[in-house]
């Protein structure tokens, strides 16, 4: 119940193109569903998070889509870069604070 | 940068040692947070501190405990090390222990040999 799953576990996408990852969950209570960012040596950066009871939300090139019925969300990168070149992580927060984070996916953006 | 400091940058014991991390969280924060990131893994929940008093912890033995310090700065001390607590600490630091976003430090490399 306290599992986030993420998938795929690695990605390549042209330069240009749109990187699209998935998560899902099943415990109804997390309320809060953030995205990190992670180079090599580096400890995570948040990118960009969201509410249960919001649907999208959009920064920049980066867009989350969330489905509260499917319990599912999802991190879509537009006009992805070279030097998005990162693994990304989703998470989610329970009642208590924790962030359970989902496995990671490698992304690597080919010039 | 998060402006969330920790220190020492990688760190080599033997099993059965001891050792200590320390985390100078963000100006203002008043809640930190641990977690464990073994390599190809995302980060695994420790505990959790706020105004200096645990109130949260994850699936971690005893061995593993920590400290919040009057202005926040956090230690993580992990005795009778075993080689699978080789990983990085991340620290985290929030403005409240409500508050969603969690700010990472560029963690600590242990390395157990």
């Known amino acids: 119940q306290q599992q986030v799953k993420q998938s795929p576990q690695s990605l390549i996408v042209q330069k240009g193109g749109i990187s699209i990852i998935n998560c899902a969950y099943e415990n109804t209570a997390f309320d809060y569903f953030p995205w990190y960012q992670q180079f090599p040596g580096k400890g995570p950066a948040l990118l960009i998070a969201i509410r249960p009871d919001v649907s999208e939300k959009k920064e920049g090139r980066f867009t989350i889509s969330f489905n509260k019925s499917a319990k599912q969300f999802s991190l879509h990168i537009m006009d992805s870069q070279p030097g998005d070149s990162a693994t990304y992580f989703c998470?989610?927060?329970?009642?208590?604070?924790?962030?359970?984070f989902g496995q990671g996916t490698e992304l690597s953006v080919k010039p | 940068e998060t402006g969330v400091t920790q220190s020492p940058t990688h760190l080599i014991k033997t099993r059965g040692q001891q050792v200590t991390l320390r985390c100078s969280s963000q100006s203002g924060h008043n809640t930190v947070s641990w977690y464990q990131q073994a390599l190809g893994q995302g980060p695994q929940f420790i505990f959790q501190?706020?105004?200096?008093?645990?109130?949260g912890r994850g699936n971690f033995p005893p061995r593993f405990s920590g400290l919040q310090f009057p202005n926040y700065s956090s230690e993580l001390n992990v005795n009778a090390l075993e080689l699978d607590d080789s990983a990085l600490y991340l620290c985290?630091?929030?403005?409240?222990?409500?508050?969603?976003?969690?700010?990472f430090g560029p963690g600590t490399r242990l390395t157990v040999t």
């Open positions: 985290a630091s929030s403005l409240e222990a409500s508050a969603g976003m969690r700010y």
């Open positions: 501190y706020y105004r200096e008093e645990e109130n």
């Open positions: 998470a989610a927060r329970d009642q208590g604070g924790k962030l359970i």
